[in-house]
C-alpha cells in the first residue's frame, strides 16, 4: 500500500527558508516520480517541483515561479523526497502536497502548512 507522508511545513518570514519532506512507503524507490503541488487560500492546486528517477538517470522540474529559490532531491536510501525552499516571499503560502504515479498522480500525502509573513 503507497502511502506519502509529507512534514517540515511551519511560519517563516519572507526571505526565510524551509525544508520540507516526503517520506514514501510501499513501493521500490528505484524508479520512481514525485511531485510537490501546492494550494494557496482560495485558491486551486498548483504544481511546484517534480523529480523522476529512471534507469538512474534523475529529472527535475520547477513552476517559474520557483525557479532558483525552491530546489528538489531525493534520498533513495531513506525513500525520501525533500524541498528545499529559500526566498521564500508571501505568495507562497498554501498547502503542499507530495504525490506519486503520475500523471494521474494516484497517491498524495496529507499536506504540511508554510506560511510566509511579510
Known sequence: DVQLQASGGGLVQAGGSLRL???ASGFTFGDYAIGWFRQAPGKGREGVSY???SYGKISTLYVDSVKGRFTISSDNA????YLQMNSLKPEDTAVYYCAADPPTW???GQGTL???SS
Not at 78 to 81: E, G, P, Q
Open 114 to 116: 508554510v506560511t510566509v
Open 78 to 81: 531513506k525513500n525520501t523526497v
Open 21 to 23: 519532506s516526503c517520506a
Open 106 to 108: 494516484g497517491y498524495w
Open 51 to 53: 523529480i523522476s528517477s
